[in-house]
């Protein structure tokens, strides 16, 4: 696989809908997350919440590294866009312009939701040999992420949210650069409608 695209923001938010309300899939910590089409497939558009103190030198490397990752249990990053504008926000009864940086993620979409929506609900519905699966999934990827060449990938947010569950039930590993890039002491969900990246 090749590294991922750089979008630009005029065409993440065609993708959107200019992040429409019934595209909407869930949000969380790290942000809001889109449901969108792409070059005729379904992605997840993560856009993201001011992440203070990083620039995008950092954002760049972070997610050209992670971009490389090419495993059935990694979620796939297809790509990613930062620009900055300006906008007019309301300050003391006036306006003030400012200048927002929007960052925004795009994934591939995983049709199963997360796997803390199986786990919690009131009737599992997992039999054992899915189980099974999903756990084998999830070793695997971690395997390959730990023994990534040059710099093994700690996860640092490994949870039932951050296991996302493909059509076929298949286990991958989700939010790796942003549990990287957010302080490991910080713990977010993204609280889904339906699906989720």
């Known amino acids: 696989m090749s590294e991922s695209t750089y979008f630009k923001l005029d065409l993440?938010?065609?993708?959107t809908g200019d992040f429409a309300d019934?595209?909407?899939?869930?949000?969380?910590g790290y942000g809001v997350v889109y449901r969108g089409t792409y070059d005729g497939q379904k992605i997840a558009v993560k856009k993201l919440h001011p992440l203070h103190g990083l620039d995008d030198?950092?954002?760049?490397?972070?997610?050209?590294?992670?971009?490389k990752i090419n495993?059935?249990?990694?979620?796939?990053?297809?790509?990613?866009?930062?620009?900055?504008?300006?906008?007019f926000l309301p300050h003391k009864g006036g306006l003030q312009a400012a200048t927002v940086?929007?960052?925004?993620?795009?994934?591939?979409?995983?049709?199963?939701?997360?796997?803390?929506?199986?786990i919690l609900a009131d009737s599992c519905d997992l039999d054992w040999l899915t189980c099974y699966k999903i756990?084998?999934?999830?070793?695997?990827?971690?395997?390959r992420l730990h023994s990534e060449q040059g710099k093994p990938?700690?996860?640092?947010?490994?949870?039932?949210?951050?296991?996302?569950?493909?059509?076929?039930?298949?286990?991958?590993?989700?939010d790796l650069g942003l549990s990287r890039l957010v302080s490991s002491t910080n713990t977010y969900q993204t609280k889904a409608r339906e699906g989720t990246l």
């Open 135 to 143: 756990i084998k999934g999830i070793c695997e990827g971690l395997n």
């Open 22 to 28: 019934d595209l909407l899939v869930g949000s969380g």
């Open 101 to 118: 940086m929007e960052r925004v993620l795009c994934f591939e979409y995983m049709e199963g939701g997360s796997l803390d929506k199986h």
């Open 71 to 87: 495993h059935p249990n990694v979620v796939r990053l297809i790509g990613y866009c930062h620009e900055s504008h300006r906008k």
């Open 153 to 174: 990938i700690y996860h640092m947010d490994l949870k039932p949210a951050n296991i996302l569950l493909d059509k076929n039930m298949t286990a991958k590993i989700g």
């Open 57 to 67: 030198k950092a954002f760049d490397k972070e997610f050209h590294s992670l971009s």
């Open 12 to 15: 993440i938010k065609t993708i």
